[in-house]
């Protein structure tokens, strides 16, 4: 599986229950404006002759958020989405024409004709798995010190983490075939075996430890010849070659009994931001529940997404692929936030624009063709289900481990919104209900 370049949207739905500042302000003859807290966290609120709130010029201010974010993203197959021309039939050189049967007599062999039926072309079954959009909750705190009409703000997010999951494959198929197909690139070959799915008088899923003479021309594999007639095994091991028939070489599935998919996507972050309020003094006193800040500093951002597909049985075997990118943004980011407030009521849209460098980590753990593993001794079960030779598996396709990993370096810029509508409980206490969209364009996502 490759990481994947796109933009993505978070769309949030939060409530929250947010402490506003209750702090008095003292002045003396030789010391500036001071604030110091009341401890009056129950106190009404206090209105001018405007009945609007009567804010303090000084003190600091702390916010909870609980948030409910969906992560949206594209959903593509599992595998490369291509077709695969593999198969576990045997049955592929046929004659045409009457060959004899139930006293008919057989047609002249000369008019019996050779047909061979090519496998057909297999697509994936998992054309959209795992991720899928579903909302998860996290936590945002914001804690900022403001004297007149200037404030630091720090905001640290907390997630949400999403997760997804699904189980696909079906207990009634043979495990010999598995039930779940995942195409590959095989540029390589290594997908080419020996069957052995038929025994000597014919029966389906019967194998008998001999390959599968799938030509037809009385050679079966490696395992000799056949020279009764009619026959369905060898009866001479040794004969005009020691070789083994190539022609009895057929593509296999990259086929699990049963296949877990699953994906787990967490953000993180921190801001430290300086903010100035617009002047509206020049304005009427009425018309002064409209204000205007703006503002600039630092943010780092952490989106790390998990793909983990793990499978069982079937042809491959038991198999795993994890892969995890990493997103890390960092940079500058400017800020415009208006409010206005009506009695008790208030509004604010904020909207932020950071100019992102993203470092990007890529990490790939893969197995293929291990054996399960008892969790209780840490012991495997049986041996590795791809050994090379083994029927019903790859000839020349082991175990195999891989590790992989990268970084890059690329600009990713994110635009966030954020709505948000208050209402004053008290001098101290503000109840809190908002929407909040990001936007980040240019990250990877494992899946």
């Not at 045997?90 to 049967?101: E, I, K, T, V």
């Not at 007599?105 to 959209?128: M, Q, Y």
């Not at 699953?262 to 204000?291: C, F, I, P, W």
């Not at 083994?390 to 990713?412: I, M």
Request: glycine share 10%; aromatic share 12%.
């Amino acid at each position: 599986m490759t990481a994947r370049k796109l933009a993505t949207w978070f769309a949030a739905a939060c409530a929250l229950v947010a402490p506003g500042v209750a702090y008095s302000q003292a002045t003396d003859a030789f010391c500036d404006t001071g604030c110091y807290h009341e401890q009056q966290w129950f106190a009404p609120v206090d209105f001018d002759y405007d009945c609007q709130p009567i804010n303090r010029d000084c003190g600091w201010e702390f916010s909870f958020e609980s948030l409910a974010w969906a992560a949206t993203g594209e959903r593509l197959p599992l595998g490369t989405g291509g077709t695969d021309e593999a198969t576990l039939n045997p049955f592929r050189n046929l004659l045409s024409g009457n060959a004899g049967d139930l006293g008919i007599p057989p047609n002249d062999p000369d008019l019996l004709t050779s047909v061979f039926v090519a496998p057909p072309e297999l697509l994936g079954g998992i054309d959209s798995g795992p991720p899928r959009s579903a909302f998860a909750w996290g936590e945002r705190y914001e804690l900022g010190y403001f004297n007149g009409d200037s404030g630091w703000s720090v905001g640290v997010l907390d997630g949400p983490s999403h997760s997804s999951n699904q189980t696909y494959g079906l207990t009634t198929q043979d495990t010999l075939y598995g039930s779940v197909l995942v195409v590959f690139d095989d540029p390589l070959n290594l997908m080419f075996g020996f069957l052995d799915v038929i025994d000597a008088l014919g029966g389906p899923f019967q194998p008998d430890g001999l390959a599968d003479d799938i030509d037809g021309d009385g050679q079966f594999g490696p395992d000799g010849y056949d020279t009764d007639d009619p026959g369905r095994e060898p009866d001479v091991i040794f004969g005009p070659d020691n070789r083994g028939d190539f022609d009895d070489l057929v593509r296999l599935p990259t086929s699990f009994q049963f296949l877990s998919v699953r994906n787990d996507t967490k953000t993180a972050g921190v801001e430290l931001m300086k903010t100035y309020r617009l002047s509206n003094l020049h304005k009427m006193a009425k018309h002064q529940n409209n204000e205007v800040e703006i503002g600039a500093g630092l943010r780092y951002m952490m989106l790390r997404d998990e793909f983990n597909v793990t499978g069982v049985g079937g042809v491959i075997g038991d198999s795993f692929w994890n892969t995890q990118v990493d997103n890390n943004l960092v940079g500058p980011q400017i800020t415009a936030k208006w409010t206005h407030q009506r009695h008790r009521f208030g509004l604010n849209v904020n909207g932020r624009f950071m100019f992102a460098a993203n470092i990007q980590n890529f990490d790939q753990d893969v197995a293929l063709g291990g054996a399960p593993v008892d969790p209780f001794s840490g012991l495997p079960f049986i041996e590795e289900s791809l050994l090379p030779g083994q029927y019903n598996r790859p000839l020349y396709f082991p175990t195999t481990v891989a590790d992989h990993g990268k970084q890059e370096n690329t600009f990713s810029p994110l635009a966030e919104l954020r709505v948000q509508g208050n209402y004053r409980l008290t001098s101290a206490l503000s109840l809190k209900l908002g929407y909040t969209a990001i936007f980040v364009d240019n990250i990877s996502r494992s899946a």
